[in-house]
């Protein structure tokens, strides 16, 4: 089970990894907190454009279906409200209702009872600071933490279903600095330009925001190399949200294989014996299901 704040979330990080999974056999359902009806269009071909403004929370539902098939996963909204990013200084106050301000035990709810239904042996989300630091991802961070911890208690939420635990629980860290700077080198060193000054003055500005964060701790690298394709194809499906154009396509899946052919996760909570660094997001667990 995938956790995710916003549809397009899971066609850009960890993507390649759930469609691997998929064609290994896995089921994997993606849980999308919220709608994203207050993302900014970002294609610059679709900017401007009343009819895309005015539906955008029907045009993110369609292109999600077709994320979704390309990936094979499954998917269910949670049906909170896209909290929007607050730009400026001091940010605004955050809209009433939005993800972020419904209590955090509602959400922990709804949440525990998919996991309960689905009956995941891993879930995936976001690190303590969202990955970036967007209200919704922070959200979607604490609300997987606390389900992963609350599912299996028959005392917490019991209208929510039959207790059941997960096994592992992962942060994504698809972005890390130690990647980016990996493939910036090898970019220049071929003589190609680099598409990532933008993404290191980003990453220092989040930075200054949030308070200089702690370095990933990378427990697991599952090698991807033969999905970045299918990554790429079910994020461009998210037409709105991406500049088709834009940097995170220009970096060819050959020199991703050839300098960083994983994508990359952070073991931060365990039931099961694995020895780490681990290559598979289930070891421990095969064994154990098998046994
Ligand atoms: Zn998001």
Redesign the pocket.
Known sequence: MAV???P??ESSKGAATMARYVDEGAEVLVITCTG?ER?SVLNPKLQGRKDVEDNISEIRRAEMERAREILGVQQHWLGFVDSGLPEGDPPPPLPAGCFALVPLEEAVEALVREVRAFRPHVMTTYDEFGG?P?P??IRCHEISVAAFEAAADPDRFPDAGDPWQPLKLYYDVGFSRERTTALHEALLAKGLESPFEEWFKRRDEHERKQGERRAPNITTRVDVADWFGRRDAALLAHETQVDPDGWFFKTSHDLLREVWPTEDFELARSLVDSTLPEDDLFAGIREQVNA
Do not use: I, L, R
Request: hydrophobic share 10%.
């Open positions: 995710h704040a916003h397009d979330d994203g993302g970036y967007h919704d991802h």
